[in-house]
């Protein structure tokens, strides 16, 4: 297990993530969803906690805790004082060595996490639009293609309702052990005593079995495509550009970041200035890498660049993309200049440090714990920004020509089905 201590003494708490090397990209097939599923499971009780108790101990300390999946991993955060720290890494090693799995609590956690999916994806407008849409058309490989709920273009969960307790039990043996996981903890501590509770709770939990290197590369998309789809619930239309975007981490992963800065984010955008101040065509734009579903610095595989806006019935989907090509276009054609590279490097900073201290403390965590799991890296978050500041007008145009170009996009435009 990878360890990542980073003392502060600003205030008298402690930050604690433990990341898991499992999402969709990771689980099989016939396990789809099960990454999400476990997101839930693992509260539910392990080899000295029943269930609840976890929530108990966190809170009765003055603590809050949290758990997300995400495309590469899924993390479990919690946050309490002090003094506490020692009981909490206690809990969370109890729940690493095993959790407790049985049909009467397995079968009610399936039907919650079910319902969540219905509300969060299905029942809401614009609940699947981009981050699951997206994937499902342009992707290739079925590993990146489907969501953390699972294989769910129809709503089915196909997967998870044939799931027994003793698949679950199977999965999490595979998957959530040490050689397959981060520790990140930040805060007010003594680091030699630390690493001591750790050695002391963690250090005799087996390794898990031998996992297979999924080869998930994308090859180089030749052609643009396109697709529509119809949201019952949207109250109005909505229109999606999406490119591959680089490899995560790379010379030109950081400058489609700040590519991202100059087209969708902030009222000195280039879309945000044609399309909304100019032409009035939307309210809005919006995108990112990986949009609607993490940030960039959440991402260890293939995945998108995007662009989205919504507009009234009376715009039509073809005027929305003509304007955004035309911005796009200006950014491949030559050189940003320098004042308008450097606002959105500035921009770029300023968001990587409003990520990075989010939740008084927890992004920080989140951020050492995800560099620690993905690259054994965590050092290089004193790096990042440094990289942001290394993008350059030669290395925009040529990421811009590469990885914006019209056949490497998926275009979604989404009907409006809500009743007027």
């Known amino acids: 297990m990878r360890v990542v201590l980073s003392p502060d003494t600003t205030a008298p708490l402690v930050r604690v993530g433990i990341y898991y090397a499992v999402g969709p990209r990771q689980e099989p097939r016939e396990r789809a969803g099960f ?67 049985d049909s009467t609590r397995f079968n009610p956690v399936r039907e919650v996490v079910k319902n969540e999916i219905r509300q969060q994806a299905f029942d809401r407008p614009y609940g699947r639009f981009v981050w699951i849409d997206i994937p499902e058309v342009a992707q290739t490989k079925w590993e990146n293609a489907h969501s953390i709920y699972g294989e769910t273009p129809d709503g089915s969960l196909a997967a998870i309702d044939a799931a027994t307790p003793e698949d679950a039990r199977t999965f999490f043996q595979k998957y959530y052990s040490p050689d397959n996981a981060a520790l990140a903890i930040y805060g007010d501590f003594d680091s030699e005593r630390t690493l001591g509770w750790v050695q002391r709770y963690f250090g005799d939990i087996p390794r898990g079995p031998s996992r297979p290197r999924l080869d998930r590369e994308e090859p180089r998309q030749e052609a643009e495509r396109r697709v529509s789809r119809v949201d019952p619930n949207a109250p109005r239309p909505g229109l999606a550009i999406a490119y591959h975007s680089p490899p995560p981490r790379s010379p030109q992963y950081w400058a489609m970041g700040i590519i991202d800065q100059i087209l969708v984010h902030g009222r000195d955008s280039w879309m945000y200035d044609a399309l909304v101040r100019r032409r009035a065509i939307t309210d809005e734009v919006d995108g990112g890498i990986s949009a609607r579903h993490g940030s960039m610095y959440t991402v260890n595989g293939p995945n998108f660049w995007a662009a989205f806006v919504y507009f009234d019935e009376a715009q039509s989907p073809d005027s929305m993309l003509a304007a955004m090509d035309h911005e796009i276009e200006r950014l491949r054609s030559a050189p940003v200049d320098e004042e308008a590279l450097g606002r959105a490097i500035t921009k770029a900073r300023a968001n990587f440090y409003a990520e990075l201290n989010a939740a008084r403390g927890e992004g920080r965590t989140d951020m050492l714990g995800q560099l620690a799991l993905f690259d054994d890296d965590p050092e290089r978050i004193n790096r990042i920004e440094a990289e942001l500041r290394s993008v350059t007008p030669v290395i925009i145009l040529a990421t811009a020509r590469e990885y914006l170009r019209p056949s490497n996009r998926t275009v979604l435009t989404l009907q409006s089905g809500a009743s007027p």
């Open 35 to 101: 990454a999400h599923l476990f997101e839930h499971l693992m509260f539910e009780g392990s080899e000295n906690l029943g269930p609840g108790e976890y929530f108990e101990l966190v809170t009765s300390n003055g603590g809050r805790f949290g758990a997300r999946t995400l495309y590469d991993f899924t993390k479990f955060n919690a946050t309490v004082p002090s003094h506490a720290l020692e009981l909490l890494l206690w809990a969370e090693a109890d729940r690493m060595r095993a959790i407790r799995i």
